[in-house]
C-alpha cells in the first residue's frame, strides 16, 4: 500500500512539528517547511525516522510569494528523489506569526506583512501547488479562535484568519469535482513560542486563558497535532468545507 505525504508549512516547531509526528505515527510521509532554523527541522526529519516515515525539510517564506515558484519546483524534485512520486496527498498551511498591536497603533507595514504572510502567501501556495495534489487528496487551513471571538490587539490577525475560513469554503466548492476535501482547523490558545511565548510562559495570560475554558487548561501543541490527524484519517471524508475549532470550549 502506498503511503501517503502531507506538505505541511511551518514543520519544525510548535503546531507544524506535533502535527507531523502525529501523522508519522499514522503512517503519513512528511514534506516540511522551515524560515530560517535548519536545526530544528532536522530534529523533526529524526523523529519522523524515528517513528518509521520519511521526512523532507525545505526552506520557505510564505510571505515571499514571488518565491514559490522555486519552491513548488523543490517539493517536485523531493517528490521524485525521495519518494518516488509525483504528487502528495494532504496541504495544511499552518505557517505563520502572531501580532498583537490595537487597531489605533496598527502601521500599514505592518497590516501588509499580515496580509503576505495570513491570506496571500496560502491562497498562492494553494494555487501553484494544487497541479502536485493528488485528487481525493486534503487540505486544511489553519485560523484562530480569534476569528470567531474577539480580544483587543488582534485585529489584523484576525481578519486575516478570517479570510482563510472563507477561502476554505470557496475551496472546499471549486475543488469538489477532483474530489479534494478542504476544511478550516481553527486552534484557541496553545503553549507555544508564537507571539514570543505569550501563552506558554506569562503565567497571568495562562491562567486566565485557562479560567475561560471549559476544560480548564490552555491548549497544548498535541491538542492541535492530534486534530489535524483525526481530520486526515479515512474516516473523515465526508466533512467538507467545514470550520472545527480545537479549543477546549473557551469563550463559550
Known sequence: MTRKIALITGASRGLGASTALHLAAQGVDIIGTYHSNLVEAQAVIREVEKLGGRAVMLPLD???????????????????????????????????????????????AQFDQMVNIHLKGPYFLTQGLLPLIADEGRIINISSGLARFS?????????????????????ALELGPRRIRVNTLAPGAIATDFSGGMVRDNPQVNQHIANDTA????????????????????????????RIEASGGVHL
Open 62 to 108: 510564505v510571505g515571499q510569494s514571488s518565491r514559490f515558484g522555486e519552491f513548488i519546483a523543490e517539493v517536485s524534485e523531493a517528490l521524485r528523489s525521495t519518494f518516488s512520486r509525483s504528487s502528495f496527498d494532504f496541504l495544511i498551511n499552518n505557517a505563520g506569526i502572531g501580532l498583537h498591536v490595537p487597531f489605533v497603533d496598527m502601521h500599514e
Open 215 to 242: 476544560l480548564g487548561r490552555v491548549g497544548l501543541p498535541d491538542d492541535i497535532g492530534g486534530a489535524i490527524s483525526m481530520l486526515l484519517a479515512e474516516g473523515s471524508g465526508w466533512i467538507n468545507g467545514q
Open 151 to 171: 480580544m483587543p490587539g488582534a485585529s489584523a490577525y484576525a481578519m486575516m484568519k478570517g479570510g482563510v475560513e472563507v477561502l476554505t469554503r470557496y475551496l
